[in-house]
């Protein structure tokens, strides 16, 4: 069974920045699509920034220009970088892998909180 394991999450004031990153332990790492998700209380689970396994990133509008997704396929990793970061941002952050506009594996991690406040 996979695992995805998150962490890189904290306390960070208004206009701070944090660097997430999530493990997959997955011998096919490199040919997947890679997404990070989010999930704030109350709010379904989006999905903020995706990379091909070609490194072509895409964004939600609500980060876009202040987030920056990456992968290390020799690490089976794949990092978020957040700049700028607004209480808005504050959620429990989840990557999985794509096919299709779905998420690939059934068996979560448990994610990284990120909390947003002054």
């Known amino acids: 069974q996979v695992q995805l394991v998150e962490s890189g999450g904290g306390l960070v004031q208004p206009g701070g920045s944090l660097r997430l990153s999530c493990v997959v332990s997955?011998?096919?790492?490199?040919?997947?699509?890679m997404g990070w998700y989010r999930q704030a209380p109350g709010k379904q689970l989006d999905l903020v920034a995706s990379?091909?396994?070609?490194?072509?990133?895409n964004y939600a509008d609500s980060v876009k220009g202040r987030f920056t997704i990456s992968r290390d396929n020799a690490k089976n990793t794949v990092y978020l970088q957040m700049n700028s970061l607004k209480p808005e941002d504050t959620a429990v952050y989840y990557c999985?892998?794509?096919?299709?506009?779905?998420?690939?594996?059934?068996?979560w991690g448990q994610g990284t909180q990120v909390t947003v406040s002054s």
């Open positions: 997955t011998s096919i790492f490199s040919i997947y699509t």
């Open positions: 999985n892998a794509i096919i299709g506009g779905t998420a690939v594996f059934d068996s």
């Open positions: 990379i091909t396994s070609g490194g072509i990133t």
